[in-house]
């Protein structure tokens, strides 16, 4: 069980929980066993070894405390919202490597676990510490193993959508639908904005934009095709059913959080494939929305207005 206690160690800063640590060959480590086939923290600097503690109740490494709680946190979500088994629906075992490389301003989702940098400590924090960052990167997993989005152009500006959608409603709090908000240092918000993509530009693609009309969209080499540039067309379409708004004119009525992740997931899992694009995205919706909720329901009325404001047909 967790308990609200201090966290020693550098990199926690939104993460104060401890884990009953799992007692195995004589060692406290982080393997949570009650998690499908278990969620499991290494450190890749001590030879990707399970991050181990000297006491049952406690752990120092301050990032290897956000991504264990992370990840049992993402877990509980695909369980409880869809009544998913972790990424392949079987229980994978959730693996969290943390302290990759040197200073890296990174994270990612290999196929198989997630990686994580430290930061450099000046323009990001430790990846691990966000919340959103574990969502984003574990739901890669369950699009790996449903729709499986090829990873360039248009698909993969859906692939990356659908990991930034999951992130937002992970992250429930969030209001405002950014991002990275927890990782990122020296002045910036987020990494990304759902709600007003035009807002931050995810300096990483160099693109210099964030389209939130397809109109607008990137259709250069960089990012894969722009896979983290054009996902905030997308992105502003989910944020729009859900919150509702106007945009470039079109006025969405929005129906809340839990219709539009039952939407989308429904869509992931059921509609979208491999190679779909954008107006396959908008059907996908359109089509799980009338399943979920019927024809002529506000959340089909939402979907449609929703792309059509972002220009999508
Ligand atoms: C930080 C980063 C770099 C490269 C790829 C990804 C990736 O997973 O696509 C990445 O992680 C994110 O975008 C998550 C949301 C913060
Ligand atoms: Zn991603």
Do not use: C
Not at 5 to 10: H, L, N, P, R
Not at 22 to 42: A, E, F, W
Not at 191 to 209: K, Q, W, Y
């Amino acid at each position: 069980a967790a308990q609200e206690v201090t966290t020693f160690g550098y990199g926690v800063f939104n993460n104060k929980q401890m884990f009953e640590a799992q007692l195995i060959d004589g060692v406290y480590g982080m393997y949570d066993s009650t998690r499908g086939k278990g969620v499991v923290t290494n450190d890749a600097k001590n030879g990707n070894k399970m991050v181990t503690s000297s006491s049952k109740m406690f752990n120092q490494d301050g990032a290897a405390v956000d991504a264990h709680a992370n990840a049992q946190k993402v877990y509980d979500y695909f369980l409880k919202t869809f009544e998913r088994n972790s990424v392949d629906d079987n229980g994978q075992q959730l693996i969290s490597a943390v302290h990759v490389n040197t200073d890296w301003n990174n994270a990612s989702w290999n196929g198989r676990q997630m990686s994580y940098g430290d930061g450099d400590g000046v323009t990001y924090h430790n990846f691990a510490a966000g919340l959103d960052v574990a969502a984003h990167e574990i739901a890669h997993g369950v699009t790996q193993h449903t729709a499986n989005l090829v990873y360039r152009n248009e698909s993969g500006a859906l692939n990356e959508s659908m990991s930034d959608i999951f992130a937002a409603m992970v992250d429930r709090d969030d209001h405002e639908w950014l991002i990275g908000e927890k990782i990122v240092k020296d002045g910036r918000r987020a990494l990304r904005s759902m709600s007003n993509p035009a807002e931050i530009v995810d300096t990483r693609t160099d693109s210099g934009f964030s389209p939130d009309h397809w109109s607008k969209r990137y259709i250069g080499t960089l990012d894969s095709g722009g896979v983290h540039i054009n996902s905030s067309i997308n992105n502003k379409a989910a944020y729009l059913i859900s919150e509702g708004g106007k945009h470039y004119g079109v006025t969405v009525k929005g129906v809340g959080r839990e219709a539009t992740e039952q939407i989308y997931y429904r869509a992931l899992s059921k509609y979208l494939t491999a190679s779909s694009n954008f107006s396959m995205m908008r059907q996908a919706a359109i089509q799980a929305a009338t399943d979920l909720y019927g024809t002529n329901s506000t959340a089909v009325k939402a979907v449609n207005a929703a792309y059509d404001a972002v220009g999508v047909f």
